[in-house]
């Protein structure tokens, strides 16, 4: 079946700091892979996605890069801000029907 | 665009109700589907209306059911309220015509307590 395993949480890092979250998949088909981006009190926003392997997604300093040989999609962002604390969701999905979520990893930046 | 509109935002029922919740897509979109999301866990996908039908469905039971209108707005009902059905409901749209990889695009939510 389809799911995807998160870095448990919560993550907390001074500003400036170098941001590396974990994820993994296990898909039936050929997944196009997502990160999404829940602020506190809002809906999910699209934050990066990949459609196949090696793909590199990119936005607002964060990127992550399709993995097929080790199923994963890794989230990274080189300098924290305190504006990007929020909940990220790692998610798949091999048919655009269904979306299947990781649990969610709530990152604080402090200044 | 005013993007995915979700109502109402918040609402408290008792166990037993019924509930009805609406989501009006994303302009151009023609595709909804409709995720729970408990505290402090992933959205699970609930089901997916297309061309005013439900083309897939999760693991929900019966109480939870559906409708897609014409202009591609959809409500969420569920009967019966129990307690565990307490969770953040969030909707979906996108373009899909049956094709794959299409961004989805989130509502705010509608925050649903049931006491």
């Known amino acids: 079946g389809n799911s995807v395993t998160q870095m448990e949480g919560p993550v907390t890092l001074s500003e400036e700091a170098f941001l590396t979250i974990n994820c993994t998949y296990t898909?039936?088909?050929?997944?196009?892979l997502f990160w999404y981006v829940q602020y506190p009190g809002e809906g999910l926003q699209l934050l990066l996605k990949a459609t196949k392997a090696d793909d590199k997604g990119s936005n607002k300093g964060f990127e992550a890069t399709y993995r097929k040989e080790t199923t994963s999609f890794h989230l990274e962002k080189g300098s924290v801000q305190v504006s990007d604390s929020a909940v990220y969701f790692c998610?798949?999905?091999?048919?655009?029907?269904?979306?299947?979520f990781g649990t969610g990893t709530s990152l604080t930046v402090i200044p | 665009d005013a993007g995915v509109t979700q109502s109402p935002t918040h609402l408290i029922k008792t166990r037993g109700q019924q509930v009805t919740l609406r989501c009006s897509p994303k302009s151009g979109h023609d595709t909804v589907s409709w995720y729970q999301q408990a505290l402090g866990q992933g959205p699970q996908f609930i089901f997916q209306y297309y061309e005013e039908e439900e083309r897939q469905r999760g693991n929900f039971p019966d109480r939870f059911s559906g409708h897609q209108f014409p202009n591609y707005s959809s409500e969420l009902n569920v009967n019966a309220l129990l307690l565990g059905d307490s969770a953040l409901y969030l909707c979906?749209?996108?373009?899909?015509?049956?094709?794959?990889?299409?961004?989805?695009?989130f509502g705010q939510g509608t925050r649903l307590t049931v006491v």
């Open positions: 898909a039936t088909g050929y997944p196009s």
């Open positions: 998610a798949l999905t091999t048919t655009g029907n269904q979306f299947y």
């Open positions: 979906a749209s996108s373009s899909n015509g049956g094709r794959a990889y299409t961004e989805a695009f």
